[in-house]
């Protein structure tokens, strides 16, 4: 042990001479920063992932990606063998590695070696993948160097979105039961699942979908998604793709978080009225559906909206089975409170959790079907194995009715349809366009469903971003003194208002979040909380405003 950890420390010695100054937290994604600050870290991710994948026995992933950030960040995050995030204790383990200065770093992995007992001469495998960024390729090697030194075999497959690796991971690990562990073999198991939840009659034309694919990796693999389709299924869905990262810079006045926060079209597309529009992120984990309606008004149709969707085209398909699974909704405290109004008078359990996938994922996999989707527009749904069960058999049961059986028949292949690993903009988007099909709907009709209460968000810098702590979901903060009185003074003045305040996992700000049943309201909310925040919580350069 004590030899792979001296020939580790002074192989990085070689590579990274200068000392640590950099202090990293291992956040709701992995480490991000500015990628000219990755190289190390990225590099000891690989020892990092290596040792996962001793221990485990399993193959890991890592994924290099800032996901929605600027161009010039970027980012590791290890991928677990069912596809789902970094076990916590192995987080802790990467901000051990992450932080240690070179002399340290043997120690730091020997005492992982002893606390997990894992046998350091054992072999694995690492999967690797990364977005779009120009440091990503750089900053693959390093993360492939610090694979190969643990004597585990990491195999690179380039430029992937980041819930496609997530696949690749789960499907290797689980001898392909999950589909098969390649690009085509992603695209092939989403086509078919897609053909066979086609409703018996067909749109007269196909939808038409217009792709902001945010000038990153999802642009071009749409393009391959669509190609496989219409192999598979024939030209049952137009997707026509922009900012595709020809001319446009990654994440730039783009990309689903832009259109969410902002509240607008991105650039570099053209918008027509009534056209369907999504928006993923820059590694195509998130999206959000938005159009513009008679009178040029913009829409949006977030995660929340999505979620709804979904749930409600299940919780229908399971009432038509009558089965006692258990179906409920995950959200976060960024849910739209009509949203939350919706799922609760439609009898859908709905629960909250704190932000962050993995956060979601956990408290989804308690339900035998479980959606969960952050407003933002990240989140899928999860099947237990006594659901799958259940839809297999009655798909086939001859006692059940034609509809019945349709209905478990359109699960199974739901299940197959939604990677149910981590958010998929790929495949949540066409898990939307089936049930927009199913219902005859177009955006305006699904956004009728219920009617968003206005809502703004906005970032305050502060000194020391951790002063401010939360609770209950977040929906609560407990520390700076007196912050939480001044936020319920101002909710309480206005009507239907809601607003919390949270440090952020992945920007060095705290962030605010009002609504309301005004736009004016919110807006007002939003502004007096952040002022608030930035009295109290230690704000620098500048107060708030819109
Ligand atoms: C990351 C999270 C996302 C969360 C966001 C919050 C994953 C894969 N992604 O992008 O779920 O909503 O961080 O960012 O976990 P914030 O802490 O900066 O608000
Ligand atoms: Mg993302």
């Known amino acids: 042990m004590e030899a792979v950890a001296d020939s580790l420390r002074k192989e990085e010695l070689s590579r990274f001479p200068e000392p640590v100054i950099w202090k990293f937290g291992y956040g709701t994604a992995g480490f991000r920063d500015k990628a000219d600050r990755l190289d190390r870290v990225v590099f000891r991710m690989g020892i990092l992932a290596g040792l996962r994948s001793k221990c485990t026995g399993a193959t890991i992933g890592v994924v ?5 950030n600027p161009v010039e960040d970027n980012g590791v995050k290890v991928v677990d063998p069912l596809g789902e995030m970094l076990a916590r204790e192995w ?5 051990q590695m992450a932080n240690a200065s070179p002399d340290e770093l043997g120690s730091v992995i ?3 070696a002893r606390t997990t007992g894992l046998d350091i001469t054992s072999t694995g495998q690492v999967a690797c993948a990364r977005d779009t960024r120009p440091s ?12 190969e030194l643990t004597g585990v075999d990491g195999r690179d497959y380039g430029l992937l979105t980041t819930p496609q690796l997530h696949y690749m991971v789960r499907c290797i690990n689980t001898n392909e039961a999950f589909g098969v562990p390649t690009e085509d073999g992603y695209y092939q198991k989403l086509a078919m699942s897609f053909k066979d939840l086609l409703p018996k009659v067909l749109p007269s034309t196909a939808p038409r979908v217009r792709l902001d694919g945010a000038n990153g990796v999802g642009a071009d693999k749409a393009r391959k998604l669509v190609q496989v389709i219409q192999a598979t299924a024939g030209n049952i869905i137009d997707i026509e793709v922009f900012n595709d990262g020809t001319s446009g810079t990654l994440n730039e006045n783009c990309g689903a978080d832009y259109v969410k926060t902002q509240q607008k079209a991105p650039m570099g597309m053209e918008v027509n009225q009534g056209e369907r529009c999504v928006s993923f992120d820059g590694d195509a984990d998130r999206i959000v559906f938005f159009y513009m309606d008679s009178v040029q008004k913009f829409h949006l149709l977030d995660g929340d909206k999505i979620a709804t969707l979904a749930a409600v085209f299940i919780y229908e398909r399971l009432r038509m089975l009558k089965t006692d699974l258990s179906l409920g909704v995950v959200q976060t405290a960024y849910a739209n409170g009509s949203a939350t109004n919706y799922l609760n008078q439609s009898n859908i359990p709905v629960v909250c959790a704190l932000t962050g996938v993995k956060h979601l994922h956990h408290k989804a996999v308690e339900y035998d079907i479980g959606v969960y989707f952050e407003a933002n527009g990240h989140g899928t749904v999860v ?4 659901a799958l069960e259940t839809f297999t058999k009655a798909a086939e049961d001859g006692r059940l009715s034609e509809e019945e059986k349709e209905a478990g028949r359109q699960l199974l292949a739901l299940s197959r349809l939604i990677n149910q ?3 998929d903009s790929l495949s949540d988007m066409l898990l939307v366009e089936i049930i927009l099909m199913h219902k005859g709907w177009g955006c305006s009709e699904w956004n009728v469903m219920y009617t968003d209460l206005p809502n703004r968000q906005l970032k305050v810098q502060v ?3 951790m002063v401010v702590k939360t609770t209950d979901f977040d929906r609560k903060c407990t520390s700076p003194e007196g912050l939480q009185e001044q936020i319920d003074a101002l909710v309480f003045q206005e009507t239907g208002g809601r607003s919390f305040v949270r440090p952020s996992g992945t920007e060095d700000v705290v962030r605010v979040y009002a609504e309301a049943e005004k736009r004016a309201a919110a807006d007002k909310l939003a502004v007096e909380v952040a002022q608030q925040v930035y009295k ?3 704000g620098i350069g500048g107060v708030p405003c819109l």
């Open 536 to 538: 109290l919580a230690g």
């Open 463 to 465: 000194k020391d971003r």
């Open 383 to 386: 099947f237990s194995d006594q």
């Open 421 to 423: 690993t981590v958010g």
């Open 110 to 112: 020997a005492e992982i």
């Open 136 to 147: 990503g390729k750089r900053l693959l090697k390093h993360l492939l160097k610090g694979v």
């Open 91 to 95: 987080e802790i383990f990467a901000n």
């Open 64 to 68: 290099v990606t800032a996901s929605h």
